[in-house]
């Protein structure tokens, strides 16, 4: 692998590697790792020698990126694509290549004078998604395609490094050393961007299909199990506190969309996070800028940035917070919300520093709610604990949940009975 420049970011204070091609003459190979990639550092580290290594800044367009480097070698014979993926898309800085949008990067792809592109993400030659996504990708470019239909990565995550989905004859290997290959202990899996709702019972992360109520669960139970648990939609992975069920401090974890689960590390630390008194860490939820935000005290919510592990608490005046079992977070109010077994929905205002809680009414009182959502239509709903073996829980939608008069309706009896359980959703 080449010695490179390192550069600062202004705008997220990021490591970015850029490569000197100005006395190359032979045709390149090409390593591209976005840096939205956990411990991408280990994996450019692993390259391969004869390769470049060129970090994308997760600030900027990943596509105009890679293109712009590519006109500054002019030779190029493979590019080797590392970034998260679903099917059918590509994460690459702060934009997407997908199956929608490929038509319109058509003439900067149509520049890529290259013979092989081989593209580590997870899932994304997978379904039909992923077939036209790639076909499109080796009409556009001209270029062999390598991708996979299955997670790429750490196999004790359930992934691997086989590209094993081509289109054309790929002539070149993987960029990576064997040894980085079982090293790495990551995986490139996120979340398919779509509206899903997710509960976490035990440890067991499963998908709730409303129309049907049912569950499907998703991989196996991680073990201590986690809660205060959120849906990051900058990233499309779920963030929790591993064991915070019954724990006033635990860790931050990232959940993939197999159910496995990896501590979150900045600069290969843990984000350790402790709560006030006697408070389980329970409650909580990720906003729409990369923060985990958790209830740390009966009247303090504690800011976790899942980029920098920056903390900080807020002290809040008004109501108790401590039987609110989970909270969800309203962009269009930028406040929280969550119900209480006294049958009020509780506001929740960071900006302003204040609790408060109006009466709902038809909703059921006595017991917590463990879990709560919002849907596609920014409904809440909500999930009434059942500590009784072999009876159901009951799932109650709160209508008008941000005024002064909600008012709820059981929207079934029939959900799953549990106490440790935390609720996830992305309503878009």
């Known amino acids: 692998m080449t010695t490179y420049n390192i550069c600062q970011s202004l705008s997220a204070k990021t490591s970015i590697q850029f490569v000197d091609f100005s006395t190359q003459q032979a045709p390149q190979k090409i390593v591209f790792i976005d840096s939205n990639v956990e411990d991408y550092q280990t994996l450019a580290n692993g390259v391969l020698p004869g390769y470049k290594v060129v970090i994308l800044d997760r600030d900027r367009d ?58 580590y993400g997870c899932r994304v030659a997978a379904g039909d998604a992923g077939t036209e996504y790639l076909e499109k990708l080796h009409q556009i470019t001209g270029a062999n395609i390598a991708a996979s239909a ?37 995986i490139l899996d996120p979340f398919e961007d779509q509206p899903f709702i997710f509960q976490v019972i035990d440890g067991q ?38 064991g915070g069920s019954t724990n006033s401090s635990g860790r931050v974890i990232r959940i993939h969309s197999n159910g496995t689960a ?3 590390l900045i600069n290969g630390a843990t984000i350790n996070v402790v709560g006030t008194g006697d408070v389980n860490l329970n409650s909580g939820d990720v906003d729409d800028d ?3 935000w958790v209830r740390t005290g009966n009247r303090q919510l504690t800011r976790i940035n899942l980029l920098t592990g920056e903390q900080v608490a807020f002290a809040l005046e008004g109501d108790s917070l401590q039987t609110v079992s989970d909270i969800i977070y309203n962009d269009t109010e930028d406040k929280f919300y969550g119900a209480g077994p006294n049958g009020n929905v509780y506001t929740i ?26 849907d596609a239509s920014n409904n809440l709903i909500v999930s009434r604990n059942n500590p009784n073996e072999g009876q159901n829980s009951e799932l109650y939608q709160i209508n008008d949940y941000t005024t002064t008069n909600p008012s709820a309706e059981e929207f079934t009896d029939q959900a799953e009975a549990t106490t440790r359980n935390d609720g996830m959703s992305n309503p878009e």
């Open 290 to 292: 990369n923060n985990l």
């Open 150 to 186: 299955q997670a790429t990565g750490s196999s004790a995550m359930g992934g691997n490094w086989q590209l094993e989905v081509t289109k054309g004859e790929i002539e070149v290997s993987l960029a990576f050393s064997d040894d980085i290959q079982k090293q790495w202990e990551h």
């Open 349 to 374: 205002d960071v900006n302003e520093g204040t609790i408060s809680q109006e009466q709902v009414d038809e909703l059921e009182t006595g017991r917590q709610f463990g879990a709560a959502w919002t």
């Open 262 to 264: 990896e501590d979150v």
């Open 62 to 119: 990943g596509i105009h990126q890679i293109t712009n480097i590519i006109q500054k070698v002019g030779q190029v014979s493979s590019i080797h694509i590392v970034s998260h993926g679903t099917p059918g898309c590509l994460q690459l800085g702060n934009s997407e290549l997908n199956i929608k949008n490929i038509n319109n990067y058509a003439t900067e792809l149509e520049t890529w004078p290259v013979a092989n592109i081989l593209v």
């Open 205 to 242: 992360l499963a998908v709730f299909t409303a129309n049907t109520l049912t569950y499907r669960n998703i991989g196996e139970p991680v073990e201590g199990g986690y809660n205060a648990a959120g849906f990051n939609r900058q990233d499309n992975f779920i963030y929790g506190i591993l």
